[in-house]
């Protein structure tokens, strides 16, 4: 008798508590549309009221649930429009692996939503481009882009970043932190460092994805074999450059491949001041192809006519310091 006395006394109270839930929700809804009343009428809102939910996916399975059950019982008032970011396709399994394998979090999930509306993905060169506009990189005078006969502009560096990510298969979240690198190294150089951009922008994109062979690479532990062959396994992508070359002293539209471009660069990096002078110095630039002819421009930008920037090698050393603080 005692627990059946318990029992109704708990059932009544747990249906009191229900029915104040019910009319909190009720009176919330209705101050809601009050407000909104409020705010047309005095002409300081027009159109309906949007509450921006960006990466539900990333959020925990059971954390992502509530908040979209929330959403539904607590908003459902004409005006107010929810406008949720997430991978619904992913948020469904990751959902589906909470309650079981039997549970369909994808259907689940799609009961929450009215409609559905998916943005064109961005070409990594249209969203390269973007970043690199806003980027101080884009405002530096000595960053050579491709080919330095060109004229540098900001569409040549984003181009140099743009091979590198096709080729390395990156995704736009890698292309931001490698950007982040980038400019966090070209900070930390003296003022008037020049810098070879499809060489900064390799080295970034070995640290964000491939950590050890950036070790390997800035401690020079490959020789240019071994360098050769990590980049055939690495830049798996369409890696053709278009470029100049040489032919009976004039320039023609040419191409080269992007590991051609990093290897010639390496092997600069691993030869001396001496050696460098020493194969440019009886060479005309202006015979020599694609690129061949970066042992030029490093030669006289490096070691000839500035006043002590940092050479080539020292791109490694600001991609390794990049982000660490020092005392």
Not at 18 to 31: C, M
Not at 41 to 47: C, D, E, I, R
Not at 60 to 73: F, M, N, S
Not at 119 to 141: D, N
Request: aromatic letters at 10%.
């Amino acid at each position: 008798e005692a627990v059946e006395r318990g029992l109704d006394t708990f059932f009544e109270k747990a249906l009191e508590a229900q029915a104040q839930r019910k009319e909190a929700v009720k009176a919330f809804r209705r101050s809601l549309e009050e407000l909104l009343d409020l705010l047309h009428k005095h002409g300081l809102s027009q159109g309906p009221l949007y509450v921006f939910i960006d990466e539900l996916d990333r959020c925990r399975p059971d954390y992502a649930i509530q908040l979209l059950e929330g959403v539904k019982h607590l908003f459902s008032v004409n005006g107010v429009a929810f406008v949720v970011s997430t991978n619904l396709d992913q948020l469904g399994k990751a959902v589906g692996a909470v309650y079981g394998p039997s549970f369909d979090g994808f259907h689940y999930l799609k009961r929450f939503f009215d409609f559905e509306y998916e943005l064109p993905q961005p070409t990594r060169l249209r969203f390269i481009r973007a970043s690199i506009q806003r980027s101080m990189l884009a405002q530096l005078p000595g960053v050579t882009g491709l080919d330095p006969r060109r004229e540098r502009d900001k569409n040549d560096v984003a181009a140099a970043f743009a091979y590198v990510a096709e080729a390395m298969r990156l995704d736009l979240r890698s292309l931001q932190r490698i950007l982040t690198i980038a400019e966090a190294a070209a900070t930390g150089a003296p003022a008037g460092t020049n810098f070879v951009a499809i060489w900064l922008f390799f080295l970034a994109a070995l640290r964000h994805r491939f950590p050890e062979d950036f070790v390997r690479v800035t401690q020079s532990s490959f020789d240019n074999t071994q360098f050769e062959a990590m980049c055939q396994r690495l830049l798996i992508g369409n890696d053709i450059i278009p470029c100049k070359q040489v032919s009976d002293t004039r320039f023609v539209d040419s191409s080269t491949r992007l590991q051609v471009v990093l290897s010639e660069i390496h092997r600069i990096t691993r030869e001396g001041p001496e050696r460098l002078v020493q194969q440019v110095a009886e060479q005309d630039p202006r015979q020599v192809g694609y690129p061949s002819v970066l042992r030029h421009v490093i030669q006289r930008t490096w070691l000839v006519d500035s006043d002590g920037p940092q050479p080539l090698k020292d791109h490694a050393d600001l991609i390794v310091a990049a982000g660490h603080v020092r005392t």
